[in-house]
């Protein structure tokens, strides 16, 4: 088996097409998602909290002694990454959970009528339970 054989086997199985349309469409999901967050949940709630942005806050620590320039920790990006993620994560916790809402349920199957020879020997049964008291 040459390798350009085993290469196309390798990519034309099932699982590597799915697994790569499970990336695209993820990634115009993602861009979905930070579109419903930065353009429709965030203006307002800046607006309620007043704008807070954490990404200013940082601690210096000293200069560096190679350039002279001020070595930031820069805490603050963390931590708006942080706020940003649990945003993110709540806004599309609630989206997925009103989609599955929107989804009806499969109705249940009926019942599957007995045989006749069941619905005879439940009758016998019954009967015979009676002639018995």
């Known amino acids: 088996m040459g390798l350009a054989s085993e290469f196309k086997e390798f990519a034309m199985k099932g699982n590597v097409v799915d697994m790569a349309v499970g990336v695209i469409i993820g990634a115009a999901f993602g861009k979905i998602v930070s579109s419903l967050v930065g353009d429709v949940v965030m203006p307002p709630l800046g607006l309620a909290i007043g704008g807070v942005d954490f990404s200013e806050l940082s601690a210096a620590l000293g200069t560096s002694a190679a350039t002279g320039e001020p070595v930031v920790l820069k805490y603050g990006l963390f931590l708006q990454t942080i706020f940003d993620f649990m945003l993110i994560a709540l806004v599309l916790f609630i989206a997925i959970r009103a989609i ?34």
């Open 100 to 133: 599955n809402k929107l989804k009806k349920p499969a109705p249940a199957a009926a019942p599957a009528a007995l045989p006749r020879q069941e619905v005879l020997l439940q009758e016998i049964r019954d009967l015979l339970a009676r002639q018995q008291r």
